[in-house]
C-alpha cells in the first residue's frame, strides 16, 4: 500500500525488505509460487415465470339428500311462538281480548303486539245491541227502574252500554239517578 506519508512508509520498511529476502529464500531453495487461476463469472440470473397451479381434482357432489340438523334454540323459540300466535288469531275471532289472556295466560301487550304484527283483531268487548228501537227499550228500562237495579245493572242486563242507557234516559226524560258517589255501590 502507497502511503502518502513518508514517516510511514520509511517505519514499515525493515518489515517489507524482510518479507522479500523470505520470498528470494523460498525461490532459492526450488520454491515455486502458484498464480491463481480467477474464479468464474457467476451465472446470469434467469427468471423463469411459474407454472400455472395444477388444477383441481373434479369431485362428484352427493347424490343422496344430507340429514338435517336438529333445530337451533331460537328456531325452537320461533317454532313455539307462531304455534301461540296461530292459537291466539283462531281465538280472537270469537272472543274477546279479556277471554284470550284467561285462556291462554298470555299477557295483554303480548296479545296486542300480535294483533298489530299479524293484522287480526278481537272480538269486540261491548255486547252487541239487542234491541231494535227505543220505545221497546224505554219500557225495559223503566222496568229495571222499578226492580231497583243500578244503571250500570240495567246495562248489564239490557245488553246495551252506559251511553246508549244515557242516551235514552235523557231522550225520553226518564227519571233513572245514577248512583251517589261513595254510597253502596255493588261491586259485580
Known sequence: MISNHLG??????????????????????????????????????VYVPQEPPAPKPFVRRRTEAIPLADPTPAELREEKRMKRVELVMQLAKTHTQKEVIIATGIARRTLLSMSKEFGFSFKRGHPEPTYTNDPALVEQIKACKEQGLSRRQACEKLRIIHTTLSRIVDRYEIDYPKSKAGGSRCAA
Open 8 to 45: 510511514m512508509v520509511e517505519a514499515l520498511r525493515p518489515a517489507s525488505n524482510e518479507l522479500a529476502a523470505a520470498v528470494e529464500q523460498f525461490l532459492a531453495a526450488g520454491g515455486q509460487i502458484d498464480v491463481a487461476k480467477p474464479p468464474p463469472p457467476p451465472k446470469p440470473v
